[in-house]
């Protein structure tokens, strides 16, 4: 059964941040509320919307608790995992958690029913299989990207350039 009045928003902290970085240059970084206007814009107001964040944080980094909590407060159900850093050769290693963001949005309920509409800020290829399967059950599919949209992406119903106006320079 799909929830008609339902929007579901996951973003992957981790690839809009650094497809951003790519595209535009190191200092500039995402705003979440403009990208939550973004994802807005355009929709009825009353809908009911379920934002969640994956993202990958070095624990020991003030900054970055800050940051997780920020996101917290505009509404964004937080799913953190923590770097890893390799003391031998300074390299940091960060967690690849689409399968744990895969395995959220297939479990993911309201109200017993699926969202009407799922937006995912990530082009990643991971991901299209999931988009296939949901398609298929009459949910409407909106991909949000930065520099590319994997070509293995199909049956969405809409893609998302992200550009300037979702970033700020640090």
Do not use: W
């Amino acid at each position: 059964m799909i929830a008609e009045r339902d929007v579901l928003f996951v973003v992957d902290g981790d690839y809009i941040f650094r497809s951003a970085q790519a595209t535009y240059g190191k200092e500039y970084r995402i705003s979440y509320p403009q990208l939550q206007d973004l994802m807005k814009r355009g929709r009825e107001r009353d809908l009911c919307y379920h934002m969640a964040v994956f993202v990958t944080v070095k624990s020991e980094r003030n900054t970055q608790l800050g940051f997780v909590s920020r996101l917290s407060q505009l509404g964004f159900d937080i799913h953190a995992f923590a770097s890893e850093y390799d003391v031998l050769t300074g390299e940091v290693h960060r967690k690849d958690y689409l399968a744990e963001m895969v395995q959220f949005i297939k479990d993911f309920r309201c109200r017993g029913n699926y969202p009407r509409t799922l937006v995912v800020a990530s082009a990643s290829a991971a991901l299209a299989d999931l988009y296939i399967g949901l398609a298929y059950l009459g949910v409407v599919i909106e991909v949000m990207y930065v520099d590319a949209l994997s070509a293995k992406i199909t049956d969405i119903h809409k893609s998302i350039l992200l550009g300037e106006d979702v970033l700020y320079k640090h």
